[in-house]
């Protein structure tokens, strides 16, 4: 059954049963959770809560770094996008610095043929057992991720395992995020509005502060639910599901406490044509590479590779403007920065 919070809530611990009706039925509430509002909840007996509590851990003990040492791994140094991302590195809007900081990781790739944008080896700093437990973290919420994608195979009327021969290498990313303390910073913006662009996003986070557009173009609080991890839809699924699912705009408020985030973004392989997979509809979105959308978009948004665009290094290709997706009310986010926001800026 689905629960209603804030927003609904979806049991996915069926999609482990060998009964397709089972199954199927976690996907039509998964199906009708994204309808309604493209962010959930999901519950699930897969969810390991002691690599939960470990991957908090390894956040704490990373972010405490000083900041020479963080910047060993500098992500502008790497080859896949990896590393960590500094105060400021990341900006949604110009002028607008958010109040974060992150280590990304990628897929860690090895190999030299088939090289992409976001794909080769991941750049780790020197932890001892940082690189075990978070890489845990990514696979066992990557697992969760492959059977999402299988249902919403089937609640998109496809076959089951529609997606998984493009799951091979796929450069979803997973970000751990720190937002810092600050007693002073209440109406302070955590993190810029934006939609996500891989397929869908997995997020578990230590406090409340996510925000987001509702279909009445309203910004809404999303409380933490213990044992859930919150799931939205990103620019990719919207549309592979020729827009029965929508992108959903949505920014982080700074709230008193330190926050720590962790959120697995879910795509396809780099080189998977992203166009609607609903038969017997005419397609309402055209088709792009998914990997290519994804490293445009973070082009735009990354200083690091802002600075390689200015100097000429870097030429996008077909790049899409940064709010490209999600439903037409999310226009009701102010194009200039609110009051608030611009005394922001200026600090
Ligand atoms: O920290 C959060 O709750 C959300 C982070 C987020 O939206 C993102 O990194 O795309
Ligand atoms: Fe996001």
Redesign the pocket.
Known sequence: MTQHHVLPLVDISKLDSPRLEDRLSVARELDRACVEAGFLYIAGAQMDDALFRRIVARAQAYFALDVDTKMKSYIGLSENHSGYVPVGEEQFAAGQRDLKEAFDVNCDYVRSEGRRPLLGPNLWPEMPGFREDVQAYYRHVTSIGGQLFRAFALALGLDEDHFQAHLRNPPSQL?L?HYPFDATAEDRR??GA?T?YECF?L?F?TAP??QIIDRQGQWIDVPLVEGTMIMNIGDMMEILSNGRYAATR?R?KKVREERY?F?LFHACDYDYVVAPVVRGEAPRYAPLKGGEHLFNQTAQTFAYLKRRIASGELVLDGALPLDSFGPASSAAEPMQPSSTQQALSEQ
């Open positions: 970000r995020i955590g993190i934006h996500d996003t997020l986070a502060g996510l949505h982080v985030s959120a």
